[in-house]
Nanobody, 123 residues
Framework: EVQLVESGGGLVQAGGSLRLSCVAS????????IGWFRQAPGKEREGVSC????????SYLDSVKGRFTISSDNAKNTVYLQINSLEPEDTAVYYC????????????????WGQGTQVTVSS
């Protein structure tokens, strides 16, 4: 059974930082791509970052480059998203997703999803 569990969200003031975690199970972690997506109220779900676990290749949505960093700890089957310089516009539910081939920002290609973790940024 494929399972993805996100954690690390919370309420943070603008300018602060958070590190989100995604713990994966039920599939061969090293052979998959893991992505982070977010959905704000009234907005479409959008991809923010992705990592190919096997070789460490990463990609980012242009608007988050320089503030968001994705990484993996293969021994723990965990992917992280470090978010710095948080802005109120970053407020959203953040989801972890996995696919066996695709690593990008299009949510339509991801096959497995976690339940999400809420990030709220206050001014």
């Amino acid at each position: 059974e494929v399972q993805l569990v996100e954690s690390g969200g919370g309420l943070v003031q603008a300018g602060g930082s958070l590190r989100l975690s995604c713990v994966a199970s039920g599939f061969t972690f090293d052979d998959y791509a893991i992505g982070w997506f977010r959905q704000a109220p009234g907005k479409e779900r959008e991809g923010v970052s992705c990592i190919s676990v096997s070789d460490g290749t990463t990609s980012y949505l242009d608007s988050v480059k320089g503030r968001f960093t994705i990484s993996s700890d293969n021994a723990k089957n965990t992917v992280y998203l470090q978010i710095n310089s948080l802005e109120p516009e970053d407020t959203a539910v953040y989801y972890c997703a996995a696919d066996s081939a695709y690593c990008g920002v299009n949510p339509d290609y991801m096959t497995s999803w976690g339940q999400g973790t809420q990030v709220t940024v206050s001014s």
